[in-house]
């Protein structure tokens, strides 16, 4: 294996890291909103919500991919595989981020929200000063955890064409007919990667004053 070689692996973390961020950003409010309208059992909605968390957390990433690449043209909805991966993704961890808001919600104090309401705050006023604080520290481990989960499931995506860490590698192992030095570089850039979002939980928390281990 030469160094470029490690090279055009290093290229494939660059798009898995680009498309891991771009679920997580999009899929993080996603989960939130999912969250709340099952939390508020909003009529009618509570049960869609229901129903798409337990259909996506359900399905495997790589035929949730595969779905969206080639069932949305029949419907005039053509992707890029970008898109497409993003998309996946999105969905995949919108689903489990919406189940961890729900439990932060679901353990939240109400005497909280009565207390406020009591001293005339409005809905998104409690919700933006009281609540929300309150379930990210609360939620926070639990969403690192599927970031990193997220990082990892990303492979799925390599159905679509891209070239991601996993294939990237796995190309390298084919051409050179020695798979385990890529596989193994590929194993520590993941290595690598998750160590960034655990750092980053553990700063976050430290400036929180959770008294975090670091």
Same mark, same amino acid.
């Given at each position: 294996?030469?160094?470029?070689?490690?090279?055009?692996?290093?290229?494939? %973390? *660059?798009?898995?890291?680009?498309? /891991? @961020?771009?679920? #997580?950003?999009? !899929?993080?409010?996603?989960?939130?909103g999912l969250a709340l309208v099952r939390w508020s059992r909003l009529p009618v909605l509570n049960y869609l919500v229901i129903g798409y968390v337990s259909v996506i957390r359900a399905?495997?990433?790589?035929?949730?991919?595969?779905?969206?690449?080639? %069932? *949305?043209?029949?419907?005039?909805? /053509? @992707?890029?595989? #970008?898109?497409? !991966?993003?998309?996946?993704?999105?969905?995949?961890?919108?689903?489990?981020?919406?189940?961890?808001?729900?439990?932060?919600?679901?353990?939240?104090?109400?005497?909280?929200?009565?207390?406020?309401?009591?001293?005339?705050?409005?809905?998104?006023?409690?919700?933006?000063?009281?609540?929300?604080?309150?379930?990210?520290?609360?939620?926070?481990?639990?969403?690192?955890?599927?970031?990193?989960?997220?990082?990892?499931?990303?492979?799925?995506?390599?159905?679509?064409?891209?070239?991601?860490?996993?294939?990237?590698?796995?190309?390298?192992?084919a051409r050179t007919y020695d798979p385990l030095p890529p596989i193994l570089v590929a194993a520590v850039l993941y290595s690598l990667i998750v160590f960034v979002f655990v750092s980053?939980?553990?700063?976050?928390?430290?400036?929180?004053?959770?008294?975090?281990?670091?």
């Amino acid at each position: 294996m030469t160094w470029y070689d490690v090279y055009s692996i290093c290229q494939g %973390a *660059l798009f898995t890291v680009s498309i /891991s @961020l771009a679920s #997580i950003v999009l !899929g993080l409010p996603l989960g939130l909103g999912l969250a709340l309208v099952r939390w508020s059992r909003l009529p009618v909605l509570n049960y869609l919500v229901i129903g798409y968390v337990s259909v996506i957390r359900a399905s495997p990433s790589v035929t949730l991919a595969l779905l969206i690449f080639f %069932a *949305l043209p029949s419907f005039g909805l /053509s @992707l890029s595989p #970008i898109a497409a !991966g993003i998309i996946t993704l999105t969905l995949s961890t919108a689903a489990f981020n919406a189940e961890i808001w729900r439990g932060a919600l679901l353990a939240f104090p109400k005497d909280q929200l009565e207390s406020a309401a009591a001293f005339g705050m409005r809905r998104g006023q409690r919700f933006r000063r009281i609540v929300f604080p309150q379930i990210v520290h609360a939620a926070l481990p639990a969403l690192v955890n599927e970031m990193t989960l997220q990082v990892k499931s990303s492979p799925a995506v390599a159905v679509l064409g891209i070239v991601e860490i996993t294939r990237a590698a796995t190309r390298v192992g084919a051409r050179t007919y020695d798979p385990l030095p890529p596989i193994l570089v590929a194993a520590v850039l993941y290595s690598l990667i998750v160590f960034v979002f655990v750092s980053l939980q553990r700063r976050i928390e430290r400036r929180r004053g959770t008294g975090a281990p670091a």
